[in-house]
């Protein structure tokens, strides 16, 4: 643990190396820190906000190819709902009727 007096010394050294610009040079780094950090933020938000629209995205389709995949099983299923019902009008159209 640093003591005050350490603390005034590594001050004293720093202004000695640095002059009295360290400070400046201190509050810009926080300043640039700061502003990366909003950025990643940002960043992190629009990636998210993407992330987000492909999965709407993606839903609708899977949605949609449903549909169509339940229309096409509908429209097959009369087809051969309409092919049985011939098959069977023929099959008793050709029997021969007992007397």
Do not use: C, F, W
């Not at 926080?30 to 629009?46: A, G, P, Q, T, W």
């Not at 899977?62 to 099959?91: F, G, H, P, V, Y």
């Amino acid at each position: 643990m640093k003591t005050k007096a350490d603390m005034e010394l590594r001050e004293e050294h720093l202004r000695r190396v640095y002059g009295e610009d360290i400070k400046r040079r201190a509050q810009r780094k926080e300043e640039i820190l700061s502003e990366m950090n909003i950025n990643k933020e940002i960043l992190h938000s629009i990636s998210m906000n993407v992330i987000q629209d492909s999965v709407k995205n993606q839903v609708i389709i899977n949605d949609i190819r449903s549909q169509t995949r339940q229309t096409s099983r509908s429209i097959s299923r009369r087809n051969e709902t309409e092919r049985l019902m011939s098959l069977s009008k023929l099959a008793t159209e050709s029997t021969p009727k007992k007397k």
